[in-house]
């Protein structure tokens, strides 16, 4: 009866020591990992705070896509793709002055970058100023050549808004922003 005891508990430290279907041992120490690898075996799936920032936007998740963001200005610095998207985050937040500020400093950085010019229009226009709104539209149409509809789609609603104050297009003006690459997340102006 002993020796049956004795081989039972030799049995289960024995399984004990076994790691298979067990989470291997922690290699950094038991502290959160830091920010993405950038070398190593999990390089690759690193995903940079910007494109991330912009799925989120385009889910609807304004405030989570601002965190990213962020994330991706402490990862690269404030360059004028991490300004223009801060900006577009506060804007869709309804944080009008945050947004403008953040969208003129992404164009003094690129003067040429047309999604700021289109987002700081789109800001202007929220805020009522629809001559500067004008301006700024022209100036990312001009830059953009006319190739994206939302920017002139942008500039018409403006001028017509500044033809007559009263406009009205159906029951609400639809002002577009834009990121770099193919996708554009639609504003909604309240009549």
């Known amino acids: 009866m002993i ?28 502290y959160a990992p830091g920010l993405a690898p950038t070398t190593g075996p999990f390089a690759d799936e690193a995903v940079d705070g910007l494109t991330v920032g912009h799925r989120l936007m385009a889910s609807g998740e304004y405030e989570l896509a601002l965190e990213a963001y962020s994330r991706a200005a402490g990862e690269t610095g404030l360059t004028v793709d991490v300004l223009s998207a801060l900006g577009s985050a506060n804007l869709r937040l309804g944080r009008l002055g945050q947004a403008e500020t953040l969208l003129r400093d992404a164009v003094k950085e690129d003067p040429e970058f047309v999604p700021a010019w289109n ?5 202007l226009m929220e805020k009522g100023e629809t ?7 022209r100036t990312a149409f001009a830059l953009d050549g006319a190739a994206t509809p939302s920017i002139r789609d942008n500039l018409r609603l403006a001028l017509a ?21 193919a996708s554009a997340y639609l504003l909604l102006e309240a009549p």
């Open 119 to 123: 987002n700081l229009g789109v800001v």
């Open 131 to 137: 001559g500067e709104a004008m301006r700024v539209f």
């Open 3 to 30: 020796r049956a005891g004795v081989l039972v508990l030799a049995l289960l430290a024995v399984a004990g020591c076994q790691t298979a279907g067990r989470l291997a041992p922690l290699e950094d120490g038991p």
């Open 161 to 181: 808004k500044m033809e007559n104050p009263a406009y009205t297009d159906g029951d609400n003006h639809n002002f577009d922003l834009v990121r770099r690459g």
